[in-house]
């Protein structure tokens, strides 16, 4: 199993980025999946996530802000977000709770490879 993300890249203060990411291989299921981030310096957070059935959580500083959804057909995990700040500038990773095969219940957690993202002018 991977997971691939893309959409990261250099934005303006006050722009909007899409990250997208994919998780392919052996997958029965795709429980939760989550978006975290890392700054330079800083430890790992949680910025989003959304469970199976579509129940949401944010970070309080990205709440009204960023919008995390999932497309279950594609097994892909997008994070929206706009009203960008400098301090959203970060490696941005997605990770993925999942079932590999129908007669194994254990959710194996993936992480992806993370992507930059820089708000600067």
């Known amino acids: 199993v991977q997971l691939q993300a893309s959409g990261g890249g250099l934005v303006q203060p006050g722009g909007s980025l899409t990250l997208s990411c994919l998780a392919s291989g052996s997958i029965f299921s795709i429980h939760a999946m989550r978006w975290y981030r890392q700054a330079p310096g800083k430890q790992r957070e949680l910025v989003a996530a959304i469970t199976s059935p579509g129940s949401l959580n944010y970070a309080d500083s990205v709440k009204g802000r960023f919008t995390i959804s999932r497309d279950n057909a594609k097994n892909t995990v997008y994070l929206q977000m706009n009203s960008l700040k400098p301090e959203d500038t970060a490696v941005y990773y997605c990770?993925?709770?999942?079932?590999?095969?129908?007669?194994?219940?254990?959710?194996?957690?993936?992480w992806g490879q993370g992507t930059l993202v820089t708000v600067s002018s």
């Open positions: 990770n993925a709770d999942i079932r590999r095969y129908s007669d194994d219940t254990y959710r194996y957690e993936y």
